[in-house]
C-alpha cells in the first residue's frame, strides 16, 4: 500500500467539512490536490469514499468505517513523534520565531495553535518581520528559526532551508471575466488587461522576475500591500492578477466569487518553508518544532 499521512489528512478534512473547496482552503491547497489524494486513495483502497450531493460531498458506508481508521492513523503517529519529542526538548525550553507577513495570515496560523497545543511548556516568542529582517536575525542568532518564503531567500551561504510546501501561482479573475471562455491563457493574454499588483511579501519583485523572461509587462492599474484589497478589486472586476493558491479564497469579502485558472507558461511556485543558521546548532525547542512541521506537513511537497 502507498497510503500516506497526507492523503489521510486530505480525506478527513474533506470529510470534516463535507465539501472539498472547504476542505482546500482550511489546508491552504488547491482544491485539485485535495481531489487527486482523494481518488488516489480510493484506487489505493479499492473503494469510492465520498458520494456527490447538491450540497458537497458525504461519506460512503466504506468512506465511514475508513474514516474511523484514518483518526486513529493519524493520531498515533502524531503521539509517536510528540513522546520522543518532547523529552528531548525539555521543560521550560523556548523558541524565538520568525514570520513573513504572509505565512503568518495565509499559512502558519492553524499548525502554530496546533503546535502550543501539542508542546504547552515551550514557550514561543513569535516575531512577524520582512524577509530581510529575518534573515539578519538569523545569522545574528537573534531569533532560533523562521518560516518564511524561502524561494525568496537570499543569503543561502549562511541559512539552511527546509521545504514545507509548494503552492502553485495562478491567474485571478471575476466571474464574468472574458478571458474564462479561453481554453488557453498566456502571460500575453494577461498584458492586456487591467492589472492590480500585489506589493506585500516582495510580491511585486518576484512577479518582475517571471513577466521579465517573457518581454511583456503587466498594465498596473493599482498596486496595494493589502491581499483582501486585491481579492475584492478583482472580483469587481477592477483588474486581474497571478496569486498563489495559499492566499487564494473564492470569495471576496462583499461576497463576490472569484475565479483562477492555470496560465500556459511555467510560473513559478511560492515555496513555504524552514529557515536556520548554518553556524550555529538547532536549539532542542526549535528541533521539536521543526520535526512537529515536517510530520504535520507530510514532509514537505
Do not use: C
Not at 528531548?88 to 504572509?102: F, Q, V
Not at 536556520?276 to 510530520?295: E, L
Request: hydrophobic content about 45%; proline content about 3%; cysteine-free.
Amino acid at each position: 500500500m502507498a497510503i500516506t499521512l497526507k492523503q489521510l489528512d486530505y480525506f478527513i478534512a474533506t470529510a470534516d467539512s463535507g465539501q472539498v473547496s472547504h476542505a482546500a482552503v482550511d489546508l491552504n491547497i488547491s482544491q485539485s490536490a485535495v481531489t487527486a489524494a482523494i481518488k488516489s486513495l480510493e484506487l489505493e483502497l479499492g473503494v469510492v469514499l465520498f458520494e456527490r450531493t447538491h450540497a458537497g460531498v458525504r461519506l460512503t458506508m466504506e468512506g465511514a468505517r475508513f474514516l474511523d481508521h484514518a483518526r486513529v492513523i493519524t493520531g498515533a503517529v502524531a503521539a509517536a513523534v510528540r513522546s520522543p519529542l518532547r523529552e528531548r526538548s525539555g521543560e521550560n525550553a523556548k523558541l524565538k520565531l520568525g514570520m513573513t507577513y504572509t505565512v503568518v495570515g495565509y499559512f502558519m496560523s492553524r499548525y502554530y495553535a496546533r503546535f502550543r497545543k501539542t508542546y504547552p511548556h515551550i514557550e514561543v516568542e513569535l516575531a512577524e518581520l520582512p524577509r530581510m529582517a529575518l534573515e539578519n536575525r538569523l545569522v545574528a542568532g537573534d531569533i532560533d528559526m523562521a518560516v518564511m518564503l524561502v524561494s525568496n531567500l537570499q543569503n543561502r551561504e549562511e541559512i539552511e532551508q527546509e521545504l514545507l510546501m509548494r503552492s502553485t501561482r495562478r491567474l485571478w479573475l471575476a466571474a464574468d471575466h472574458p478571458l474564462l471562455n479561453r481554453q488557453e491563457i498566456t502571460l500575453s493574454d494577461v498584458a492586456e488587461e487591467d492589472y492590480v499588483m500585489l506589493t506585500v511579501d516582495e510580491a511585486r519583485k518576484t512577479a518582475a522576475r517571471y513577466w521579465t523572461l517573457t518581454g511583456f509587462t503587466p498594465r498596473v492599474v493599482l498596486s496595494t500591500s493589502s491581499v483582501e484589497a486585491v481579492r475584492s478589486l478583482v472580483a469587481s472586476g477592477v483588474g486581474v492578477t497571478i496569486l498563489s493558491d495559499m492566499v487564494y479564497r473564492p470569495w471576496s469579502l462583499e461576497g463576490q466569487r472569484i475565479e483562477v485558472r492555470r496560465l500556459k507558461e511555467d510560473i513559478p511556485t511560492m515555496d513555504v518553508g524552514l529557515a536556520w543558521s548554518k553556524s550555529r546548532p538547532i536549539s532542542s525547542a526549535a528541533a521539536a518544532f521543526r520535526a512537529f512541521m515536517s510530520v504535520t506537513m507530510g514532509g514537505g511537497g
